[in-house]
């Protein structure tokens, strides 16, 4: 299991029940979100620096700069192709990064949010916490939807093996966004 820890300024591994830390505070940042590809690599948002970090498996911390700078990094999540996608929350956009360069989208609600999954289907999705929405990016357009409860604050999010879009809110509720509520636009 792996963990950002923002107290230590570390990533930091959990296997048979040892931790090994990974520092990335010398790199002037925290992490934020983590997620692990097929490959065994650790991807990490570092925040305050603008970067993308990279554990590989020689355990070499690895800094790629955002090129959007003060972008406010939060989540990140990899799809089955090994793409990395990150949400720049005060940049207002979505980031990709593959084949060793990054492509933006930009979101047109303000405030984008704080995380970030990607469905099975191949659609990203991703929270909009002040506008009570939830944002999808599937064939390079965003589409947003609008939450049930007026006063909804989605802050996480997460996809199920058929498509369904489930999320919490600051609240304390969880929601779930049917997938064929998502299917018509």
Request: no cysteine.
């Amino acid at each position: 299991m792996w963990f950002a820890d923002v107290t230590t300024a570390s990533v930091t591994r959990l296997q048979d029940g040892k931790f090994t830390r990974y520092d990335v505070g010398s790199l002037g940042a925290t992490p934020y979100g983590i997620a692990v590809d097929a490959s065994g690599s650790v991807w990490t948002t570092l925040e305050g620096a603008d970067q993308l970090g990279l554990i590989a498996s020689g355990s070499q911390v690895t800094a790629l700069d955002v090129p959007t700078r003060n972008s406010g990094l939060s989540d990140l999540a990899v799809d089955r192709s090994g793409a990395v996608w990150l949400l720049e929350m005060r940049a207002n956009q979505l980031a990709r990064f593959a084949d060793g360069r990054f492509n933006e989208f930009a979101i047109p609600t303000p405030s984008a949010g704080t995380a970030v999954a990607v469905a099975p289907d191949g659609a990203v999705w991703f929270t909009e916490i002040t506008a009570g929405k939830l944002g999808r990016l599937r064939d390079g357009r965003i589409s947003e939807f609008r939450l049930p409860r007026a006063n909804a604050r989605p802050f996480a999010v997460t996809v199920d093996s058929a498509n369904n879009v489930w999320y919490t809110e600051l609240g304390g509720s969880l929601g779930m966004l049917p997938a064929i509520a998502a299917t018509d636009r």
